[in-house]
């Protein structure tokens, strides 16, 4: 949070809100969003497809019709892909790397791929960079205070979309100039 309130801060200062304008220059935002939909899809499984023929993916036969579902949960964390630290939260992997989030290298599928890709995909980066900036720009925030990060529960409920299995509850602080400044 402090690294992305310092690129913010560097960037817009303390007397006016994010604006969309300000994302193409924030490229630490742009790495954290990354890693947050790497980690944290909104749905772990896609839409389920249909097989048109009978193929062989990696040995594997695949009979003409059979319905597959991608586990698009896995792929964001598979070791192969993104190394031993694959379950944590390092926005700093993508310093030489940005994420395709049009499903074509298929390493991280957030939004689907193909022809059935999600098609407000450009929409949605847009409002999470946006929300998120001006959560962070806005406010400082806490955890209670016994929480600590390191005791922070992360475990996931499994179902259609992959809610916390405990609310996350953060304290926030206003950290920015008088709101009569903002215009």
Same mark, same amino acid.
């Given at each position: &949070?402090?690294?992305?309130?310092?690129?913010?801060?560097?960037?817009?200062?303390? &007397?006016?809100?994010?604006?969309?304008?300000?994302?193409?220059?924030?490229? !630490?935002l742009d790495m954290v969003v990354d890693e947050i939909l790497r980690l944290y899809l909104v749905g772990p499984l896609l839409i389920p497809r249909e097989c048109r023929e009978n193929?062989?993916? %990696?040995? !594997? +036969?695949?009979?003409e019709k059979t319905r597959v579902i991608v586990n698009?949960?896995?792929?964001?964390? %598979?070791? %192969?892909?993104?190394?031993?630290n694959a379950e944590e939260f390092y926005p700093e992997r993508f310093i030489k790397k940005k994420m395709n989030?049009?499903?074509?290298? &298929?390493?991280?599928?957030? +939004?689907?791929?193909?022809r059935r890709r999600c098609p407000g995909i450009h929409l949605g980066l847009i409002t999470v960079k946006l929300i998120l900036a001006q959560l962070v720009h806005c406010f400082s925030w806490k955890l209670p205070h016994s929480i600590t990060p390191s005791n922070l529960n &992360?475990?996931?409920?499994?179902?259609?979309?992959?809610?916390?299995?405990?609310?996350?509850?953060?304290?926030?602080?206003y950290r920015l100039a008088c709101d009569d400044k903002f215009e």
């Open positions: &949070m402090k690294k992305l309130q310092d690129e913010i801060q560097n960037e817009i200062g303390h &007397m006016r809100m994010v604006e969309e304008k300000d994302l193409k220059n924030l490229s !630490y193929i062989i993916i %990696d040995g !594997y +036969f695949i009979k698009a949960w896995a792929i964001g964390r %598979d070791h %192969d892909v993104w190394s031993q989030f049009h499903g074509q290298e &298929m390493e991280c599928i957030s +939004f689907g791929s193909g &992360m475990e996931e409920k499994f179902g259609l979309t992959i809610p916390r299995a405990q609310h996350l509850h953060a304290i926030p602080s």
